[in-house]
Each structure stands twice: as C-alpha cells, then as structure tokens.
C-alpha cells in the first residue's frame, strides 16, 4: 500500500503528476528529424538522471510510446504516431483560428483576418469584423496579391523571399501596410506557423487609415504578434530547434 508521502512525491505544485510530467518530456526530447537518441543524450535534453530515465523509457515502451533499438538507442514507438494521427483527424484549424481573430479583435477595436497562401496569391480563410461602422470590407475566399499588403508580404517574407523589405520583416516579427493594395486602407500583420514550424499564414487587423495612423498601426502591432505567437504555439506546440527566432522571443 502507498503511504501518503509516496503520494506527495507524485504530484507537482499544481496538483499535477510529476511522474506523466517526467514522460511527456522524455518524449518531447526529440526534435523533428531525429530517429533515434542515447539513454545519455535523453537524460541531458530531459535533465533527470539516467536511471529515472531508463525506467520511464521502460514504462512507456510497455505501451508502445518508445522502442528500445538493437544498439541500445530509444526511438519513438508507433503509439507515439498514433496518437499525433488521431490528433490531426479531429482537428480543424479553424476552431483555432476563429476564437483568436476574435480576441484580437477584441483587444484592437478592429477587424481582424487570417489569409494562406494559395500558388501566386493569398486567400483570406477566416474573418471577424470589428465594431465600427466605417471599416475595411474582405470576403472569406477572396483572392488577393501576395506582394501588396502587410498580410501578404508577411507569407513572403517567411517563405523565404528575398531583399531588404523582407529581411526587415523577418527581423521584427510583423508589417505595416499604409495604402499599399488599397488605398486608404492600412494594416498590419504578423505570421502564423503550424505543426513543425512550419508557416501556416498571417494574422491580420485591417481598417481605414484615418483611423489606422502608422502611429497607431505601431502600437497595435505588438498586440497582433502577441495573438499570431499564442495562436503558433497552439497550432505547433513547444519550442524546438525549428521554431523561428522571432517567435522564441517570446513566452506562452
């Protein structure tokens, strides 16, 4: 029978189990890419010593979460494949998305929109208009240039393209656009990543530039990088090596 201080030793300051803690860290030691880890490497990236180690590594390959290989190395079990498949089945980005365009239109005052890139073009997927009368109008399926608009020049900056404008992008983590697609029209954007880091979109406010001074548009930008960073982590999960810098600098 467990006494009551084997009990305590299992639980963490937040009434968690210091024991799942301990496994689900053990499994997220490994980064994109790597097949397989050392019982000293999982010990180092985890921070527990080795011997925890190999009894958790043991406990989880009982389920199938870790296989031991012929060298001694530990790899992820097909458990591990499953459950991110049964993930990926019930999931829709857009019971993701829509919940943060609405926060942030909440904390902006403005109309907020998320746009992917689609070929040559962005498409705007999911839209949640602000509170104004006067306001920047887009459809859900509207098509529109990728190199004019902060949303767009976001998608291209963190696809790679190149030249100073989007280097300058890649370095703040967002855009200013004033008139740029269309005039009187401004925004600014901030880029949303996916499932290995991987660029998703960009998260938008857009409004008419009376309202929408760059000023104002410099101030807020803050506020939509807060919203794009939260909605990456939700999408992507924990930081690894792939996250991009401009999203590491800032803590869920």
Known sequence: MRNKREDASEEGQAGGV??????????????????????????????????????????????????????????????????????????????????????????????????????????????????????????????LPLDRGAPGRVILAFSGAKGELYEGIRSRGFHISTGEREAEVSSVAAPVFRTNWSLLGSMCISGPSSRLTKAKLEKLAKTVVHAANQLSYALAGGRTQATPAVVSRWHP
């Not at 799942?20 to 180092?44: D, I, N, Q, Y």
Request: hydrophobic residues 40%.
């Open 18 to 143: 210091i024991a799942v803690t301990r496994a689900l860290s053990l499994m997220e030691a490994f980064e994109v890419g790597e097949s397989s880890l050392s019982l000293a490497e999982l010990s180092r990236r985890s921070s527990m010593h080795k011997t925890t180690v190999l009894r958790l590594a043991r406990t989880l390959a009982l389920s199938s979460y870790m296989v031991q290989m012929e060298d001694g190395q530990w790899r992820l079990g097909p458990a591990a494949g499953w459950l991110g498949a049964r993930y990926q089945a019930g999931f829709d980005v857009n019971n993701v998305v829509e919940p943060a365009l609405h926060e942030l239109v909440k904390l902006s005052g403005e109309s907020a929109s998320f746009y992917v890139r689609e070929g040559d073009i962005r498409s705007c997927v999911a839209r949640v208009e602000g509170p104004h009368s006067v306001r920047h109008n887009v459809r859900i399926g509207e098509r």
